[in-house]
């Protein structure tokens, strides 16, 4: 029975990832992506804790149980916490190398100086992160375009990216092998830096935001922080970087209206745990 079990979310897992992509609509494009992407590890993972809830003895129904099943249960819950530990050990390192940079303040604003030529300007940390910026940046933008990067930043900072962001990466990383992760992964990063455009936006000039990001894009080099980070140039390749430039353009409106209703549909994915009061 507990085969059946995990038989049946892993084909709910992955049927519902496989077209994710193709569901997902311009109107309540936050709503849908999150669920698309969040839906699928929560039934797994909330079958997996049903499982090792229900132990290695006892039956349901007519249906004995085993100690496989057990064994699955403990070795994914294992996995995940392995990866959950990884990406924490990573993140550690990068506040660590946060604190070695010295600090300033622009206008209001405290700042930690990147030692680079290269055009860089992020959120670094967990719930209360830092901004980093480079001295390149502050050698090339002028006050002005400064103060449109920062205004994107303290929207980073105003939504939390960077404490929401790891927790999503961690999602990624336990499910990089169902269908479209990265898709909907890139989705979420590109969603994220509109939202934040949106909100410097409604600070400061949006055309001047829209010249930083093109100047900073066009100067920028790969960064090795990646966890606990949540920069300008985040996501700004390509087409990405067309359709925020056009979001800031046009002043479109990206953040979705919250519905309590719309949470309710996670609780769907906590239906294997109910299996566990037919265990006896």
């Known amino acids: ?63 004995q149980t085993d100690s496989k099943s057990y064994t699955f249960a403990i070795g994914s819950l294992t996995f995940f916490t392995l990866l959950l530990v990884k990406l924490a050990f990573k993140g550690w390192q990068s506040i660590n190398s946060l604190r070695q940079c010295p600090q300033t303040q622009i206008g209001t604003q405290k700042v930690r100086l990147l030692d680079t030529q290269a055009l860089f300007a992020g959120q670094i940390g967990f719930w209360k992160s830092e901004l980093v910026i480079s001295k390149g940046l502050l050698k090339t933008l002028d006050p002005a375009h400064l ?99 056009e979001a800031l353009l046009n002043q479109a409106e990206v953040v979705d209206v919250q519905s309590s209703h719309y949470w309710h549909h996670f609780l769907l994915a906590f239906l294997p745990l109910i299996t566990v009061l037919f265990h006896q």
């Open 147 to 245: 103060e449109t990067v920062i205004a994107h930043e303290q929207g980073h900072y105003h939504y939390r990216d960077t404490f929401w962001f790891f927790w999503l990466g961690w999602v990624r990383e336990c499910t990089a092998w169902l269908p479209n992760t990265n898709i909907l992964w890139e989705e979420l990063l590109l969603l994220r830096e509109l939202r934040a455009d949106a909100y410097a936006a409604s600070r400061v000039d949006n055309l001047l935001l829209a010249e930083s990001l093109l100047m900073v894009v066009s100067g920028q080099t790969p960064q090795e922080i990646e966890v606990f980070c949540a920069a300008l140039g985040s996501s700004s390749q390509g087409e990405r970087l067309e359709r925020r430039i």
């Open 1 to 63: 029975m507990h085969f059946i079990i995990i038989f049946a979310s892993l084909i709910i897992a992955w049927s519902i990832r496989r077209t994710a992509y193709f569901r997902i609509r311009f109107s309540g494009r936050w709503r849908q992506t999150l669920f698309l992407f969040l839906f699928p590890p929560l039934l797994v993972f909330t079958t997996a804790l049903a499982l090792l809830c229900m132990g290695t003895q006892g039956q349901m129904g007519n249906w």
